[in-house]
């Protein structure tokens, strides 16, 4: 195969003219992983009013030049001691002994790899998108 230097130039000037696209691809396959990674959270997480399931949520989406992240997480006060455990007491002197439940590391560690295709999908969306002249 051979090519020459004015497909290249054509090249990266379409790849140049797609970097708000590709960071909007993206952001999308992020948040398309985020959302299963919530959900995979939710059906570990311990439930007994089912509060803290509930409370999951994918939050902060954040697109720099440099990177695209999101957060995961929750509002509800105890989440931190039902993922890491806790022992002593608390602020309002109540003492515990209770051993981690985690959920959400293990949530994201066994979905990395489809967080990872997610956005390699939305990438390669873009790029066959923008070879067809859409």
Do not use: C, W
């Not at 999308?28 to 959900?39: D, H």
């Not at 949520?57 to 957060?71: G, Q």
């Not at 001691?81 to 002593?88: A, S």
């Not at 293990?106 to 390669?124: F, G, H, M, Y």
Request: aromatic share 2%.
């Amino acid at each position: 195969m051979q090519t020459n230097i004015q497909d290249i130039a054509g090249l990266v000037q379409k790849l140049r003219s797609m970097k708000g696209d590709a960071k909007g691809a993206v952001a999308m396959g992020v948040t398309m992983g985020a959302v299963k990674v919530r959900n995979r959270a939710v059906d570990k997480v311990p439930k007994v009013t089912r509060t803290l399931s509930r409370s999951i949520h994918p939050d902060n989406l954040e697109v720099t030049e440099a990177k695209v992240s999101i957060e995961i997480g929750t509002d509800v006060e105890y989440a931190r001691r039902i993922e890491l455990g806790f022992v002593g007491p608390d602020r309002l002197g109540r003492r515990y002994h209770q051993a981690p439940q985690p959920y959400l590391r293990p949530a994201l560690a066994e979905s990395e790899k489809s967080v990872v295709q997610d956005i390699q999908t939305a990438v390669r969306a873009l790029l066959i998108k923008n070879s067809k002249g859409g």
